[in-house]
């Protein structure tokens, strides 16, 4: 069966009068912040897998809010506003919605590099160990569930507005700036802009199990449902892999995390809970052993 997936980008004003279903089609609802919507086009793009994959005819419609925040986008799901949000993961939000258990990124959110000042760059490329990282402090987003597991490992973290992390870098406010490795590809060319005194360095990474994950209302187990076959199916048919490797972001990360120049220091993430841990392996990036066929997005072989 010839499956159809359409995606709708639309403001909030416009919401009430577009998102109208055609015959025999179902409207997925999302909200997120307005001009946001590009930067995680990846993220977007694996819920769509999971709907062609799925059985049924969907159209995935985006609704665009100033200033939305992750706590208001929570809200509006427990108010059943919106059908379904993608988040970093955390216990508390693993335990008030459905998570589909599929790390979006295959866990490379969990693999930060760090943005410091220029004159602070030869220290850090000097760290071998978990010690020595916890000499620097480290800014992060005041509700970025990261703050809690490194305070928790003992680093000194400074939580602060995301908006304005990178002028307090740049402003020595504290050491290190985390970031998810591609991320911080993704990103160091328009901060370099405005602080052109904060730099990346990749030669240490912190890494700890952690990803975006896909959550849904507890009452809506039918979609929570239709996801995780959807996913499931696009694994099968290694339509997710191929997502995955063609993301220039991602495969840059890949790279970096696979170079015999970066030294990765990995901690456990305390806040996670049994259920997650205990997700199939195969759904998490393997750094270092696994090599791809992009033809067909899955592993040529294993290497140790």
């Not at 499956?3 to 709708?8: A, D």
């Not at 919401?15 to 919507?37: D, H, N, S, Y």
């Not at 015999?260 to 205990?278: G, L, Y």
Request: proline residues 4%.
């Amino acid at each position: 069966m010839q499956k159809r997936l359409g995606i709708l980008l639309i403001s909030a004003v416009m919401f009430l009068c577009a998102a109208q279903p055609t015959k025999g089609e179902e409207i997925v609802r999302m909200a997120f912040p307005a001009g946001a919507v590009d930067f995680f086009r990846y993220e977007f793009g694996v819920i769509e897998l999971a709907l062609e994959h799925a059985d049924g005819d969907f159209r995935l419609v985006i609704e665009e809010f100033p200033s939305m925040t992750q706590a208001r986008i929570s809200s509006m799901m427990l108010n059943e506003q919106v059908d379904v949000m993608f988040t970093g993961y955390s216990i508390e939000r693993e335990n008030t919605f459905l998570q589909v258990d599929f790390p979006m990124t295959r866990g490379l959110l969990g693999y930060r590099v760090f943005l410091t000042q220029v004159e602070s760059l030869p220290a850090l490329k000097q760290v071998r160990s978990l010690e020595q990282l916890k000499k620097f402090c480290i800014g992060t987003g005041s509700d970025w569930p990261d703050a809690s597991i490194m305070e928790k490992s003992g680093f000194c973290v400074d939580r602060a507005p995301r908006d304005r992390l990178w002028a307090m870098l740049a402003n020595k406010r504290f050491d290190l700036l985390s970031r998810a490795v591609h991320e911080g590809f993704r990103e160091i060319d328009t901060i370099q802009q405005q602080y052109p005194n904060v730099v990346l360095s990749a030669s240490t990474v912190l890494a700890y199990p952690f990803d975006l994950f896909i959550y849904v209302n507890r009452n809506n187990e039918r979609l929570h449902r239709i996801l995780t076959e959807g996913l499931s199916r696009a694994y099968s048919t290694g339509d997710f892999m191929r997502h995955f490797l063609s993301n220039p972001d991602l495969r840059q990360a890949l790279e970096t995390l696979q170079s015999a120049d970066t030294h990765i220091i990995r901690i456990e993430n305390p806040d996670m809970s049994q259920k997650s841990r205990e997700i199939d392996p195969a759904l998490w990036e393997n750094i270092v052993q696994r090599r791809y066929d992009d033809k067909f997005g899955k592993e040529l072989h294993d290497q140790m």
